[in-house]
């Protein structure tokens, strides 16, 4: 089974950037994506990665002479990690900054193993294959990963010292091709490819030295929204997965609630378990779905009534009328009549 990924919104933001600078339509690109506007800037919002996969290779088409890799740290900033970056400049030395991202590593993404260990030369920040189901899956790709690595450099100049280079950076990935490593001029350090997984390796005087953002009582209290961001998290996730195996399904027909927890490699008895331990359930995930999707369908003034009952999984107009006005109080003819007149008015 494939396992979906989700990871912070907030990565959106520096592909935004970026997108402006080279012109690239943000609305087009985001799209073609299948991510929604609204997404971006959305402190709460969760992205799979398949996603943000699919838009760096977009992106990357559009801009083939960069390496979005390196632009996209360089417009990393605290922000794009919403709380958790706040957090990290608060913190007080390079160390206590990357141990929050060890502790709140599943805000980052739902599956990320990374590790932050004593070496003989420093600390090393390291990301893992992750073990699951009896597998041993990649908690980020191979581009990924770099982004993050990279990032994590750009902050760590941002806050202890602008010409701040890591002592080793270590990646899975083969090497470059002779001549075209940006990454190297990005990082000012060895970078040793083909490792068994990526990681950064910062001198113990960088890692240790006092940060001029510290501050112990910010820290403490974002600290506490962390552990609330994370209690989200850990609900929303599992609702956007299925969120998304319903989107996959549709139009013409929703998947059965045994089908899901298939897809989502897990047992049904689990999958029932775990939302009913979250206050919710399949039906009620379902349920909002649908009609999230026909509320945005009804704007849509080129498509039938009979056409987005399609789309959402209903067999019948009637039975999309029926579960409209349940949803709302009035049936989908009304509620797009009532639209018409607000916008008139």
């Known amino acids: 089974m494939n396992i979906e990924h989700a990871v912070m919104g907030g990565w959106l933001i520096p592909f935004v950037r970026i997108m402006q600078s080279y012109s690239i339509d943000i609305q087009a690109a985001l799209a073609a994506c299948d991510i929604d506007l609204e997404e971006v800037g959305n402190p ?37 990690l919403h709380v958790l970056g706040y957090a990290m400049m608060s913190a007080p030395t390079l160390h206590d900054s990357l141990q929050y991202v060890v502790r709140y590593r599943r805000i980052v993404s739902s599956l990320c193993n990374v590790r932050l260990q004593e070496v003989p030369s420093g600390f090393e920040f390291s990301i893992r294959p992750v073990r699951a189901e009896q597998r041993v899956v990649p908690g980020l790709g191979l581009r990924e990963a770099e982004v993050l690595l990279a990032s994590l450099v750009k902050f760590a100049r941002d806050l202890v010292e602008r010409e701040l280079k890591p002592l080793c950076v270590f990646l899975e990935a083969e090497g470059p091709e002779q001549g075209n490593d940006r990454l190297h001029t990005f990082f000012g350090c060895e970078i040793k490819y083909g490792h068994a997984y990526n990681a950064v390796v910062f001198s113990r005087e960088n890692a240790t030295r006092k940060l001029l953002t510290h501050n112990s009582l910010v820290a403490r209290n974002h600290e506490t929204m962390l552990d609330e961001y994370l209690a989200r998290v850990d ?72 056409e987005i009952g399609y789309l959402v999984g209903f067999a019948s107009v009637t039975n999309f009328n029926r579960a ?19 916008q008139i008015n």
């Not at 699919?54 to 801009?63: D, I, T």
């Not at 059965?256 to 359930?281: C, F, I, K, P, Y």
């Open 44 to 80: 709460d919002s969760r992205v799979t990665l398949s996603k943000l996969v699919k838009l760096l290779s977009y992106a990357s088409a559009l801009a083939p002479e960069d390496d979005l890799r390196v632009r996209l740290a360089e417009n990393f900033h605290p922000g794009v």
């Open 235 to 306: 609900r929303s996730d599992l609702v956007n997965l299925i969120r998304c195996k319903i989107y996959d399904c549709l139009p013409g027909s929703t998947p059965a609630q045994a089908q899901v927890a298939d897809m989502l490699g897990m047992s049904l008895r689990n999958l029932q378990r775990r939302l009913s331990e979250q206050g919710t359930s399949y039906k009620d995930i379902l349920e909002q779905t649908r009609k999230r999707l026909a509320i945005k369908y009804i704007d849509e003034a080129h498509l039938s009534l009979g």
């Open 324 to 342: 409209f006005k349940r949803w709302t109080g009035v049936t989908p003819g009304e509620y797009r009549d009532g639209q018409a007149a607000r």
